[in-house]
T-cell receptor, first 116, second 114 residues
């Protein structure tokens, strides 16, 4: 299984809603990532988890809250978002840098988020 | 600082033409990886190739080929006999071998017309 899955594919939410994005992989990868991608821009790294611990937070606003409940799952909890947070949210996974294995990232299909 | 430059914003070709996507990178690291990803309209980033900084051999995979030249810090990607299904945004990316952060170029949007 060389797939990263993400749910939902599309999400529309109001600024007062609370929602969650989910990501799952079964490749045995112990590093997982959240990226945000605006239209016609490259992906921007938000968070990195390595061995289920938060390794990198790229100064992301607290209205985005990541969670890694186990080695296969990664969530992104959303609360009080702004319209400018509308974007494609991509999850990725890889072997962690300390594993000694090459760590190219495999990406999921993304969740297209619209904040009204 | 690390940086990836894809100077071509958009390229339009007719099917069966060859097309080369340029990528120039900057890094102070002595060991690093270079990547190409394809992003079709569906949104998923599809991994195409990884290159180690110490391996300058060019690579061919079907209609795809990559030319890595360390002397000019370039990692160009050529599609031979392009097809409509090649229409996508292509990202070149860089990461040091010990890091998590992948630095993406701005992307090149390729249109292949029938």
């Amino acid at each position: 299984d060389t797939e990263v899955t993400q749910t939902p594919k599309h999400l529309v939410m109001g600024m007062t809603n609370k929602k969650s994005l989910k990501c799952e992989q079964h490749m045995g990868h112990r590093a997982m990532y959240w990226y945000k991608q605006k239209a016609k821009k490259p992906p921007e790294l938000m968070f990195v988890y390595s061995y289920e611990k938060l390794s990198i937070n790229e100064s992301v606003p607290s209205r985005f809250s990541p969670e890694c409940p186990n080695s296969s799952l990664l969530n992104l909890h959303l609360h009080a978002l702004q319209p400018e947070d509308s974007a494609l949210y991509l999850c990725a996974s890889s072997h962690p840098k300390t594993s000694g294995r090459v760590n190219e990232q495999f990406f999921g299909p993304g969740t297209r988020l619209t904040v009204l | 600082a690390q940086k990836v430059t894809q100077a071509q914003t958009e390229i339009s070709v007719v099917e069966k033409e060859d097309v080369t996507l340029d990528c120039v990178y900057e890094t102070r690291d002595t060991t690093y990886y270079l990547f190409w990803y394809k992003q079709p309209p569906s949104g998923e980033l599809v991994f195409l190739i990884r290159r180690n900084s110490f391996d300058e051999q060019n690579e061919i995979s079907g209609r795809y080929s990559w030319n890595f030249q360390k002397s000019t810090s370039s990692f160009n990607f050529t599609i031979t006999a392009s097809q409509v299904v090649d229409s996508a945004v292509y990202f070149c990316a860089l990461r040091n071998t010990g890091g998590f952060k992948t630095i993406f170029g701005a992307g090149t949007r390729l249109f292949v017309k029938a």
